[in-house]
């Protein structure tokens, strides 16, 4: 039975980043659950800033949010 892991964040996040991200994880996953590589699905969705909110605020409106835009 595979293992899945789904994970949300604001777009924006280098590709370097997200990649590392999905070594990490699947790696975590494997180890904790013992289980095979091919067991393991890891996705990351990057959310739009105009797709989230937190508090009642969108995500453009966050300074949090917008540090490192290109």
């Known amino acids: 039975m595979p293992i899945m892991c ?3 964040l604001p777009k924006g996040k280098k590709s370097e980043q997200i ?3 999905l ?4 790696n975590v996953l494997m180890r904790d ?3 095979q590589p091919n067991q ?6 990057e959310l ?3 797709r989230y909110m937190a508090g009642g605020v969108m995500a453009y ?3 949090e949010f917008n540090q ?3």
């Open 61 to 63: 409106d966050m300074p």
């Open 48 to 50: 739009p800033r105009n």
């Open 23 to 26: 070594v990490d994880l699947s």
């Open 19 to 21: 990649e590392q991200a």
């Open 33 to 35: 659950f013992e289980a």
């Open 68 to 70: 490192g835009e290109d």
């Open 6 to 8: 789904t994970v949300q």
């Open 40 to 45: 393991v699905r890891v996705t990351i969705d």
